[in-house]
């Protein structure tokens, strides 16, 4: 259960550091509109691969050097820590991509003034 809350930490925080460094390059450079939780999904995919690999292929070869890491159960509580954080990545993408189809939507607030002119104020 420890190995499964520190995986669950560490992949909390690699999820956050990616969220703000999106964040960040989103403010830096608005027309690039990233999406730190599609990104954060391919890096846990990408992730997840190799972790197999290398507990099915690599440490399964020396069970005596490697015997904590090559168990399927620990497999099964690290990649429990990936769904976990995954499906948290899931719903920030699916609040990002709201937030953004709002901003293109170009909800303006439009004030009558006078019968000839209007004016459209961003919110």
Do not use: W
């Amino acid at each position: 259960m420890s190995n499964f809350l520190f995986d669950l930490t560490t992949n909390l925080a690699l999820l956050a550091a990616v969220l703000i460094a999106c964040h960040l390059c989103n403010l830096a450079r608005p027309d690039l509109a990233l999406n730190g939780g599609y990104a954060y999904l391919m890096l846990v995919a990408t992730a997840a691969v190799f972790d197999a690999t290398l507990t099915f292929c690599v440490f399964a070869d020396a069970p005596s050097r490697y015997g904590v890491f090559s168990t399927p159960t620990a497999f099964v509580e690290r990649a429990c820590a990936y769904t976990v954080t995954s499906a948290l990545a899931l719903y920030c993408a699916h609040r990002m991509r709201t937030r953004m189809k709002k901003v293109k939507a170009g909800d303006a607030v439009v004030i009558r003034t006078s019968a000839y002119t209007q004016s459209h104020l961003p919110m």
